[in-house]
């Protein structure tokens, strides 16, 4: 009865277009009215709001995420875009190549899909399509590239999933993620090499080793960042949140000796960070007590149950967990998603033997094709934005990108050692 009721109320809150976290929250009280009184439901839940964002892991968050906002308006697309560009410009398909490595290398410095996806495709839409590109092919290597940052550390995404899953080491899950994340983008820049043969679009001339030095060069003081954040964790000089606030530091440094932000730009930056900062923690905060209700009603274990007494067999099993992850990822963001199914399914997959870090990056690996599917894709819908084209333009090229993002999804869910080898490498 308290599933139905939780996963009811959630759905036709959601439905009548309720936010996320507020439905969170009210279907949790709805669910735990039905077995406590009123008074002790209420008192409780605002208990396990409040206690749930009383952790030292979750101030990494908004930290990462000022240092997002800071590195996306300090600069740094640009130097990363003629890096890569010298780097595979000349390939063919060179410029969605160098679209490819940009995101890759901006979406893990700045931990954000959303922010390369503006960043990124703001420089490179124009420039594509001014080379013969077709601009829904620009629109839809923009999008999918934009969400390998999400899986490359540093991200946020992981924090959430650590936080979710009870604490699982953010270190690992940093380092889980490299090769997953290059993996997918080497994916995609084969889907853009065939594309672009058919197409017969234009290559750039082979760069100098000159010309890729002084762009290396350029392009080193922002990939610096992710040796000193990435280094200090793994190294034990600081933890994840100490390395957030070292971030936000460099950042502005970095900013200021750029000469792209002035005194007079920190204010809207530190307002446009604060609106991302509260949304995210009002989603966790919510999801906390919906995750203590789960607990105490204990649904964790029922659906375990119920998915183990379906197969035993760990492949299928985590098909078809996978399966619900990609159905919901088309209908909802990825940081509820993470927060609501972290606790569900993690019960799940450990019983069956299934690492809690290898399981993080297949959640975030699903979740992120979602952030490219209507009608909640909110990257898709920001790349659509940045390039003011119709989603009717971008949806056909989009499809063999998808498929180059299952794939990966595939590998990943099938051989733990592309998740687990690394943090094994470094004693996690």
């Not at 740094?76 to 875009?81: D, K, V």
């Not at 985590?318 to 919901?328: A, D, G, Q, R």
């Not at 209507?374 to 898709?380: K, Q, R, S």
């Not at 498929?403 to 998740?419: G, H, N, Q, R, T």
Request: hydrophobic share 60%; charged share 10%.
């Amino acid at each position: 009865m308290e599933i139905s009721i939780l996963v009811l109320s959630f759905l036709i809150l959601i439905s009548i277009r309720v936010p996320v976290a507020w439905s969170l929250g009210i279907s949790a009280l709805l669910t735990l009215l039905v077995s406590v009184d009123t008074y002790p439901a209420l008192t409780t839940i605002a208990q396990r709001i409040v206690t749930g964002l009383d952790s030292f892991s979750i101030l990494a968050i908004p930290f990462f995420i000022l240092a997002g906002h800071i590195m996306n308006k300090g600069g740094i697309a640009e130097r990363l875009i003629d890096f890569a560009k010298a780097l595979v410009g000349s390939l063919p398909g060179g410029l969605a190549h160098v679209n490819i490595v940009a995101a890759m290398l901006f979406g893990a410095i700045a931990g954000s899909a959303g922010a390369a996806a503006a960043a990124i495709g703001g420089f490179m839409s124009d420039k594509m399509e001014e080379s013969g590109y077709d601009k829904g092919f620009g629109v839809a290597v923009n999008v999918t590239s934009a969400t390998t940052g999400l899986v490359i550390p540093p991200s946020n995404i992981f924090i959430i999933y650590s936080v979710a899953s009870g604490g699982v080491s953010i270190g690992a899950l940093f380092l889980a993620g490299y090769l997953p994340g290059i993996l997918t983008g080497l994916l995609l820049m084969m889907v853009a090499y065939i594309w672009a043969k058919r197409k017969g679009y234009p290559t750039a001339d082979r760069s100098s080793l000159k010309n890729v030095l002084r762009t290396f060069v350029r392009a080193l003081p922002s990939l610096f960042l992710l040796i000193v954040v990435i280094g200090g964790i793994v190294a034990g000089i600081f933890t994840a949140t100490e390395a957030s606030s070292i971030a936000v530091l460099y950042c502005l440094v970095l900013a200021a000796v750029y000469r792209e932000v002035s005194f007079k730009n920190i204010r809207p930056i530190l307002v446009e960070s604060s609106s991302t900062i509260a949304i995210v923690m009002l989603l966790i905060a919510m999801s906390m007590a919906m995750s203590w209700v789960l607990s105490y009603e204990n649904i964790p274990q029922a659906v375990t149950e119920a998915l183990l007494g379906l197969s035993d067999n760990k492949i299928m099993v985590l098909i078809l967990i996978n399966i619900i992850l990609l159905i919901v990822g088309i209908f909802m963001d990825m940081t509820p998603a993470v927060l609501i199914f972290t606790p569900i399914f993690l019960p799940v997959t450990t019983a069956l033997g299934i690492d809690p870090v290898h399981f993080g990056i297949i959640m975030v690996l699903n979740l992120c094709i979602g952030l490219c599917t209507p009608p909640v894709g909110a990257v898709l819908f920001i790349g659509i934005g940045v390039a003011r084209t119709t989603i009717q333009k971008v949806v056909r090229p989009l499809l063999p990108l998808f498929l180059a993002m299952i794939i990966s999804l595939i590998l990943v869910s099938l051989f733990p050692e592309l998740s687990l080898w690394l943090p094994r490498l470094f004693g996690f």
